[in-house]
């Protein structure tokens, strides 16, 4: 095997980059460009990015209809780094906490030639990141030596291979004896874990339930949400059922991340929902990969399962992955009057079942 990095360990060299500060480089057989993370920028950097070309600033549609500024490329929008502009500015593109206190003085000038592919690329390595999506882009340039150095086909994530780590025994308050399964992708992504409560047959349906982490959710009891209570009663279901599976997938915040979504619950506090809130912040309302939850079941030798949830899109995405959902169990628990408005709006707005 040669030593060269491949596709996945640039890609994951990449994000680790970008979180950093430094920046990359993006090439399509057309172009060459330079891309930083808005979120980690500082004035140095800048000042040697503006030395290569005419900075723009790459948002999603849904920051950019935040901000009043034209997304000519449909789902982006490139805007046109200013001459006397400099990090404070970027920052305030890309991070909704002042728009209301410190509202942004336009116009903001959309760029509408050329192409934006790359800054489509930069944009989903920002996201993939778990950076704020918004990103620098420098186009036209020379590769500078030493940068991390992806084509945009390489920033599509591909289906995440999970290896099998560790499984140990482990016996659980509600779910009684089981075993915690650890995988890692290898993409050198964060890892995910299944729990087996008793011995789950793999020649009939199993019940199972796909749980995105909330670590303020299943690990502080946040009354903003139904995680914790949703966690508990699945575990409490497999072990009345006298066996099951829990898919604990770190999708923390619907994929976004913590950091991100403590920008989200800030907003939330300004009147925004949850949907509301993600798009502000440039992010779809929903931004996880449920390939994942579909490729652990079949690595475990699941193929048919009775799923514990109450999101449509959950029992879709595990049937295109191969895995036949035979029945949806509705899992309706831990509703509080600070989570009513929450549960509402993904009712309303995501087509989850109440
Ligand atoms: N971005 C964002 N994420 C949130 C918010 N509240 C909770 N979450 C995240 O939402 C996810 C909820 O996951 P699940 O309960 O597995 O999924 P679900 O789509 O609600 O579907 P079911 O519970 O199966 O019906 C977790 O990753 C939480 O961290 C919020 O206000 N904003
Ligand atoms: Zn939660």
Not at 225 to 234: E, K, W
Request: charged residues 25%; contains cysteine; hydrophobic residues 45%.
């Amino acid at each position: 095997m040669s030593l060269t990095p491949g596709p996945l360990e640039r890609l994951n060299r990449a994000r680790a980059d970008l979180r950093v500060g430094l920046p990359v480089v993006l090439t399509d057989g057309a172009e060459v460009a330079l891309v930083a993370a808005a979120e980690t920028l500082d004035a140095d950097r800048l000042a040697a990015i503006r030395a290569l070309g005419q900075p723009v600033v790459a948002l999603t549609a849904h920051r950019a209809a935040t901000l009043k500024a034209r997304a000519y490329d449909g789902d982006l929008a490139r805007i046109l780094l200013p001459k006397g502009e400099g990090v404070a500015w970027i920052e305030a593109l890309a991070d909704p906490a002042d728009d209301l206190t410190h509202p942004m003085k336009g116009p903001l000038l959309s760029q509408r030639e050329g192409r934006a592919d790359l800054h489509r690329a930069a944009l989903r390595l920002v996201k993939s990141a778990q950076l704020l999506p918004a990103a620098l882009v420098v186009t036209g340039v020379t590769a500078p030596e030493g940068l991390t150095q992806l084509s945009a086909a390489e920033t599509a994530t591909p289906e995440t291979r999970l290896t099998p780590v560790i499984a140990a025994r482990l016996p659980m308050r509600l779910a009684g004896a089981g075993r915690l399964h650890v995988f890692r992708p290898e993409d050198g992504g964060i890892e995910h874990y299944a729990v087996e409560v008793g011995r789950p047959m793999r020649d009939t349906p199993v019940l199972a339930r796909l749980h995105s982490a909330c670590f303020t959710g299943d690990v502080l009891g946040s009354l903003k949400c139904d995680c914790g209570p949703q966690l508990h009663a699945a575990l409490s279901a497999m072990h009345e059922a006298g066996s099951g599976v829990l898919l604990y997938l770190n999708q923390e915040g619907r994929g976004i991340g913590l950091a991100n979504k403590m920008r989200a619950y800030s907003l939330q506090d300004q009147g925004f929902d949850t949907v509301e809130a993600n798009h502000r912040l440039g992010f779809e309302d929903d931004e996880r990969d449920f390939r994942l939850g579909a490729e652990l079941l079949r690595k475990m030798g699941f193929s048919q399962v009775r799923l514990l949830t109450n999101n449509p899109r959950k029992v879709a995405m595990l049937q295109k992955g191969g895995i036949e959902v035979v029945a949806r169990v509705p899992l309706q628990v831990g509703l509080t009057d600070e989570n009513a408005a929450y549960l509402a709006t993904k009712a309303a707005k995501s087509g989850h079942l109440l």
